[in-house]
């Protein structure tokens, strides 16, 4: 199995900022980098164009695109002029979309589950340089061929986190990109629910390199209370102290309260933090339990570059 090491560059960054950090990325030695389409933030296929032609060889990953926000044609033809311009460098990762953003652009639909597969099956039909036609609950398309289908079709990735989605991932995508905090006991428990083989599985994880590993925990507490609520079930349960914390979750004010609530030891396991030895040792237990692509964010409110910086030093010693 492929093992790779990534960075995701945060949303809250403006797009002017996004060429430089994916080129220090790049020099850091890392696989991938990998950038957030949110609402209402920079949109996904201009900010990959741009870092796909500021960089050299290094692999973009979208990640990810609400299905229901572009036509699925549409959607195509944007992936396949990335694909064929920059070949073998780019994954294109799809998701439900956040409910509430969806019904401010009055996109969401009345089958999240169905837009989503429909969306995925036309859009690599497409790629694939096929004619489609298709009527579904919510794609239609009559007779759509694309001019220049990509020499190389990219990755396509599914964002999602349900049962019935991942199972819907496992039938039309390529992968499965998991949402932080993302544990080695989640990446097995998605591989038995998903039951594909060949299905790559990808792993966001919050990055707190540190030589104190007190420091490190309050470093990374906020983050990783920040990425756990109410819907975080399905990357919980699967942990011996997943119904504690979804308690905690459940009695918590708000997130600084949560924040609060978190146990040293529970950060431990939902993060990527600690001394080097101790950040791949964790990043090579997600790569054993079957995580092809561990993706390292940095920190709200930390400099990126010095966080880009920790996961080459990560990559160095994977290497060793």
Known sequence: MVSRLGVRIPRELPAARLKSL???AEREGLDEVWIVEDC???GGIATASAVLAATEKITLGIGIMPAVARNPAIAAMEIAALAELYPGRLIAGFGHGVPSWMRQIDAWPKSALAAFEETLTVIRRLLAGERVSFEGKHVRLDEVELEFPPALPPKLVAGVRGPKSLAAAGRVADGTLLAEPATPEYV???????????????TYNWLALDADPERARERA?????SAIGPNSGPALEPLDFGAELLAEVKAATD??????RLRPEWIDRLSISGPLDRCVE????LYAAGTE???LLPLLGEPEEESFAAAGRIASALRG
């Open 282 to 285: 964790q990043i090579r237990a």
């Open 22 to 24: 994916a080129q220090r």
């Open 40 to 42: 209402f933030y920079a």
């Open 221 to 225: 507490r906020s983050d990783v209370a």
């Open 255 to 260: 997130r600084e309260d949560l924040a609060r």
């Open 188 to 202: 097995r428990a998605t591989r038995d629910l998903i039951g594909v083989e060949g299905h790559s599985i990808a």
């Open 293 to 295: 692509s561990v993706i």
